[in-house]
C-alpha cells in the first residue's frame, strides 16, 4: 500500500510554497493548511504502525496462499488426487447406506461423522472417528466410488506440502489462538490499506495518479511503484483481508449458528438421550431433497457432531447453479424415523461465512480466475517488500 513516510513525497506542497515545475498555487488560509497538515500526520502515523506491525505476517500468509490458490492443480501434477475408474455414462448411484456400510468395513470400530460429496461426482468423503463426538483432529477420511461402493483410498490428508501451507496460513499451527491473531493481522492490514487511501488521494487529485518521479534517488523510485501498485490491488487486497478475517472467526460462527438457530429448530428434542444407532441415512438425503427441488446435497453430518444435534442428521443443501452453488441450507431429518424435521436459511453471519470462502482463495471461477488471484497475490507481495524496504531505507538515512 502506500509507503508509510509520506512526507517523503509532500502530497500537497506546504502553503505558499508550489511544487517544482508545478503552476502556482493559491495560498491556503493558514487554518486550513495547519488542519489538513495534521490530518495527514495522523494518518502517516496510523499507516506506518499498522503496516510494520502485520507487514511480516501478510507476507507469510501471501506466500503460503500462492500455492493453496493452486492446490487442485498441484495435487493432480504431483498424484495426490484420487480419480474414481472410468465407467459408462449414466451409471446409477449406489445406496448412500452401501456407501457408509463399505467406509466402516475399511475401519472397523470407528463410526461415521460426516459424508461428503467431493467436486468430482463420482467419489464420496467419509470423515471417520473413535466416536460421535470425537474432535476434528481425530478424523480420518476414506473415499468411496458413489457408484460402486468400493473404497478408494485412504488419503493422507494431513501430511504433504499442501497440509504444511495450509496449517502456517490458517493457524500457524497454533489452533483458534492462532487463527484469531492472523485474523488480527487482517484487521490491521485493512487499516494499513484504508490508511493508504487517505494518504494517496491528495497526491492524486493534483494530477500526480500514477507517476513514477525519475531522476531522483531510488528510495523515491520504489516509494512512487509502490504507491501504483497498491492502488492498483486495492480492491482485491480489501477484499481477500476482510474475506480472511471471517474465515478466521469460522468457529465462533459456527458455535452461534449453534446456540441460535440450531437450538430453536431442536427445542422439542431438549432433555431427550442421543440417537445412539441412527436410521437409514439414504432415507434423510432422501426427505431433505425432496423438500427443496433445485437443491443438491453437499454433506450429511451425523447425529452428535458439532453441526447437528443429537436426535438429527443434518443434511446441508446446496443450489445446483454457480450463483447458489456456494450457498448452504440445513435440513434437519430425526435420525431415528427419517422424517423432515426443520428446514431453514442459515442467518446473515453464516452467509457471510459462506461467501467469504471461495473469495478469499478466488476457487469459484475456474482456472483463469485462480491465474489471476495468483498475480495479484504476487504483486501484493511486492507491495508489502516495497513498504518495508523504504521504512528501513529512512531509518537508515535518518541515522546517517
Same mark, same amino acid.
Given at each position: 500500500?502506500?509507503?508509510?513516510?509520506?512526507?517523503?513525497?509532500?502530497?500537497?506542497?506546504?502553503?505558499?510554497?508550489?511544487?517544482?515545475?508545478?503552476?502556482?498555487?493559491?495560498?491556503?488560509?493558514?487554518?486550513?493548511?495547519?488542519?489538513?497538515?495534521?490530518?495527514?500526520?495522523?494518518?502517516?502515523?496510523?499507516?506506518?504502525?499498522?503496516?510494520?506491525?502485520?507487514?511480516? =505476517?501478510?507476507?507469510?500468509?501471501?506466500?503460503?496462499?500462492?500455492?493453496?490458490?493452486?492446490?487442485?492443480?498441484?495435487?493432480?501434477?504431483?498424484?495426490?488426487?484420487?480419480?474414481?475408474?472410468?465407467?459408462?455414462?449414466?451409471?446409477?448411484?449406489?445406496?448412500?447406506?452401501?456407501?457408509?456400510?463399505?467406509?466402516?468395513?475399511?475401519?472397523?470400530?470407528?463410526?461415521?461423522?460426516?459424508?461428503?460429496?467431493?467436486?468430482?461426482?463420482?467419489?464420496?468423503?467419509?470423515?471417520?472417528?473413535?466416536?460421535?463426538?470425537?474432535?476434528?483432529?481425530?478424523?480420518?477420511?476414506?473415499?468411496?466410488?458413489?457408484?460402486?461402493?468400493?473404497?478408494?483410498?485412504?488419503?493422507?490428508?494431513?501430511?504433504?506440502?499442501?497440509?504444511?501451507?495450509?496449517?502456517?496460513?490458517?493457524?500457524? =499451527?497454533?489452533?483458534?489462538?492462532?487463527?484469531?491473531?492472523?485474523?488480527?493481522?487482517?484487521?490491521?492490514?485493512?487499516?494499513?490499506?484504508?490508511?493508504?487511501?487517505?494518504?494517496?488521494?491528495?497526491?492524486?487529485?493534483?494530477?500526480?495518479?500514477?507517476?513514477?518521479?525519475?531522476?531522483?534517488?531510488?528510495?523515491?523510485?520504489?516509494?512512487?511503484?509502490?504507491?501504483?501498485?497498491?492502488?492498483?490491488?486495492?480492491?482485491?487486497?480489501?477484499?481477500?483481508?476482510?474475506?480472511?478475517?471471517?474465515?478466521?472467526?469460522?468457529? +465462533?460462527?459456527?458455535?452461534?449458528?449453534? =446456540?441460535? +438457530?440450531?437450538?430453536?429448530?431442536?427445542?422439542?428434542?431438549?432433555?431427550?438421550?442421543?440417537?445412539?444407532?441412527?436410521?437409514?441415512?439414504?432415507?434423510?438425503?432422501?426427505?431433505?431433497?425432496?423438500?427443496?427441488?433445485?437443491?443438491?446435497?453437499?454433506?450429511?453430518?451425523?447425529?452428535?457432531?458439532?453441526?447437528?444435534?443429537?436426535?438429527?442428521?443434518?443434511?446441508?443443501?446446496?443450489?445446483?447453479?454457480?450463483?447458489?452453488?456456494?450457498?448452504?441450507?440445513?435440513?434437519?431429518?430425526?435420525?431415528?424415523?427419517? +422424517?423432515?424435521?426443520?428446514?431453514?436459511?442459515?442467518?446473515?453471519?453464516?452467509?457471510?461465512?459462506?461467501?467469504?470462502?471461495?473469495?478469499?482463495?478466488?476457487?469459484?471461477?475456474?482456472?483463469?480466475?485462480?491465474?489471476?488471484?495468483?498475480?495479484?497475490?504476487?504483486?501484493?507481495?511486492?507491495?508489502?517488500?516495497?513498504?518495508?524496504?523504504?521504512?528501513?531505507?529512512?531509518?537508515?538515512?535518518?541515522?546517517?
Amino acid at each position: 500500500m502506500s509507503d508509510p513516510i509520506p512526507s517523503a513525497f509532500r502530497p500537497v506542497p506546504p502553503a505558499s510554497v508550489a511544487a517544482p515545475g508545478a503552476a502556482p498555487m493559491a495560498e491556503a488560509p493558514p487554518r486550513r493548511a495547519g488542519a489538513a497538515r495534521n490530518s495527514l500526520r495522523t494518518w502517516s502515523r496510523i499507516h506506518t504502525w499498522s503496516s510494520l506491525i502485520c507487514t511480516l =505476517f501478510l507476507l507469510l500468509l501471501c506466500l503460503t496462499g500462492l500455492p493453496l490458490i493452486f492446490h487442485e492443480e498441484i495435487n493432480h501434477l504431483t498424484g495426490a488426487e484420487v480419480e474414481a475408474p472410468p465407467m459408462p455414462p449414466g451409471t446409477p448411484r449406489a445406496d448412500l447406506d452401501a456407501v457408509v456400510a463399505a467406509a466402516m468395513a475399511r475401519r472397523p470400530g470407528e463410526v461415521v461423522q460426516y459424508l461428503i460429496w467431493e467436486e468430482d461426482p463420482d467419489i464420496l468423503r467419509l470423515s471417520m472417528a473413535p466416536s460421535p463426538t470425537a474432535p476434528a483432529d481425530q478424523l480420518t477420511g476414506v473415499l468411496v466410488d458413489a457408484r460402486t461402493a468400493q473404497v478408494l483410498a485412504e488419503p493422507r490428508d494431513r501430511e504433504g506440502f499442501i497440509y504444511w501451507m495450509f496449517r502456517l496460513h490458517a493457524d500457524l =499451527f497454533l489452533g483458534i489462538p492462532g487463527k484469531l491473531f492472523l485474523g488480527a493481522m487482517g484487521i490491521l492490514f485493512v487499516l494499513a490499506i484504508v490508511s493508504g487511501i487517505m494518504l494517496y488521494a491528495p497526491f492524486a487529485r493534483h494530477g500526480r495518479f500514477g507517476t513514477v518521479r525519475s531522476g531522483r534517488s531510488a528510495r523515491l523510485r520504489w516509494l512512487d511503484l509502490h504507491n501504483i501498485l497498491g492502488v492498483v490491488t486495492l480492491s482485491w487486497a480489501l477484499v481477500v483481508g476482510a474475506t480472511g478475517v471471517v474465515n478466521t472467526l469460522a468457529e +465462533q460462527v459456527i458455535a452461534l449458528w449453534r =446456540f441460535d +438457530q440450531l437450538a430453536e429448530m431442536v427445542a422439542p428434542w431438549k432433555g431427550q438421550p442421543p440417537t445412539e444407532a441412527p436410521g437409514s441415512v439414504q432415507t434423510a438425503v432422501r426427505a431433505a431433497t425432496a423438500a427443496a427441488p433445485g437443491r443438491e446435497p453437499f454433506f450429511v453430518a451425523w447425529p452428535q457432531t458439532p453441526l447437528s444435534s443429537a436426535h438429527h442428521y443434518a443434511v446441508f443443501l446446496r443450489g445446483d447453479r454457480p450463483a447458489t452453488h456456494r450457498l448452504l441450507t440445513p435440513a434437519l431429518v430425526d435420525a431415528a424415523t427419517g +422424517q423432515l424435521t426443520a428446514m431453514r436459511a442459515p442467518p446473515w453471519y453464516v452467509q457471510v461465512l459462506l461467501l467469504s470462502q471461495p473469495l478469499h482463495f478466488g476457487d469459484y471461477g475456474g482456472l483463469p480466475l485462480k491465474i489471476a488471484w495468483g498475480v495479484l497475490d504476487l504483486v501484493t507481495i511486492i507491495v508489502l517488500g516495497s513498504g518495508l524496504w523504504l521504512w528501513l531505507r529512512r531509518r537508515r538515512e535518518a541515522r546517517a
